[in-house]
C-alpha cells in the first residue's frame, strides 16, 4: 500500500510478469482497492464521479498502464484487479 499511495491521476504506471509468474498481485490489488474505497468516499460525500476529470472527486484516475506481457491469469489475479 506504500508504493500505490505514490501512484496519483495521470501518472503512468508500469508492471511486469507474464500470466502468473511475477505479476506485482499485491500492488494491482492494493490500487484496486484504493480505487474502490476512493470512489465509496467521494459518493457518500456527495462528490462527482466524471470520468476524465477525477480532480474535484479526489479519486485516482486517468491511468496509463504499461506492462509487456499479460500478467496474471485472465480470471481473477494480475490485470484483472483493474478490470482489463
Known sequence: SDAVSLISSN???????????????LLLKALSDRY???CQEALQH????NGDDTGDSKVIGDLTLLFGGGPGDW??????????
Request: hydrophobic content about 30%.
Open 36 to 38: 474502490e474505497r476512493e
Open 11 to 25: 501518472d503512468t504506471v508500469c508492471v511486469s510478469g507474464f500470466v502468473g509468474q511475477g505479476s506485482p498481485d
Open 46 to 49: 456527495g462528490r462527482v464521479l
Open 75 to 84: 480470471k481473477t489475479r494480475g490485470l484483472n484487479y483493474l478490470g482489463i
